[in-house]
């Protein structure tokens, strides 16, 4: 199986397997496929969920054990990913894509000490992967910003297909740090890699908001094209209205 092979979704993307009666298997790979899914759609527990369901059909899926830990930070279920990283790492130990997970969730937990000492044995492990380079780029960036960016191009390098996912996920960690510039770089792109995304929209329009870029308003439109009555779309669409002004004097005038 490849990792986010079709993660465009479209009618030529997965098709899951079938029984002579044309019945779908729902196998670890269709949850696994409906958790992106709902990812990219912004339905974080309904994506946990999908995940949970992989596992059930089959318990030694990494990529479940890999999607439930970060839909759990996504949901600042800090201590519960902490617990389910250490539960999959009993199957497969030591594993520095699980002791990443552990950083960020000890990092944004304000446990700043153990956050760094996860992510040091993550990063000395071969061949650490996209999610250790991603993890260290979150945990350097308030204190050297230098440093942190040049992470992220190691975690694409070492991407592989997952390359466009974490060029995603670089953006709305710059974003959620403020570097609004840097970070546009990466969502600037996410829509032409996962045009059905309501996810990709709203994380483009914020950072364009914070830019005073006036095109924001047409993101969050198109992402609720996409996930209609969405409320954190519709408030974010709201503020486009009086809010350019001052996020323009922010963008120019704070440091950024």
């Not at 992106?36 to 949970?52: M, T, V």
């Not at 942190?148 to 191009?153: K, M, N, R, S």
């Not at 570097?179 to 995304?197: I, N, V």
């Not at 969050?220 to 009086?242: G, I, M, V, Y």
């Amino acid at each position: 199986m490849t990792r986010f092979s079709s993660l465009e979704f479209d009618d030529a993307g997965y098709q899951p397997e079938r029984r002579g009666s044309g019945e779908e298997i729902r196998n670890e790979e269709y949850f696994y496929q409906q958790a992106i899914r709902s990812f990219l759609h912004g339905e974080f527990e309904l994506a946990l969920r999908n995940y949970s369901r992989a596992l059930e059909a089959n318990s030694q899926f990494l990529a479940g054990w890999a999607g439930q830990v970060r839909m759990l930070i996504e949901l600042q279920e800090y201590k519960e990913a902490m617990m389910w990283s250490d539960k999959a790492m009993e199957l497969f130990p030591e594993h520095p894509e699980f002791l990443s997970y552990k950083a960020v969730a000890c990092f944004r937990d304000a446990r700043l000490g153990e956050a760094m000492a996860f992510s040091d044995n993550a990063i000395g492990k071969d061949n650490p992967g996209p999610w250790a380079w991603l993890a260290r780029t979150e945990l350097l960036i308030k204190n050297n910003r230098r440093i942190a960016e040049t992470c992220i191009p190691k975690a694409v390098s070492c991407a592989g297909q997952e390359a466009a996912l974490i060029r995603l996920e670089a953006g709305r960690i710059l974003l959620r740090y403020g570097l609004y510039t840097s970070s546009y770089e990466f969502l600037s792109a996410a829509p032409r890699d996962f045009p059905k995304s309501a996810i990709a929209w709203l994380e483009l329009g914020r950072c364009q908001r914070m830019l005073g870029y006036t095109q924001a308003k047409t993101s969050f439109q198109q992402c609720l094209l996409l996930r209609p009555d969405w409320r954190t779309a519709e408030r974010e669409l709201s503020k486009c209205e009086t809010g350019f002004l001052g996020n323009f004097f922010r963008r120019w005038f704070g440091g950024l």
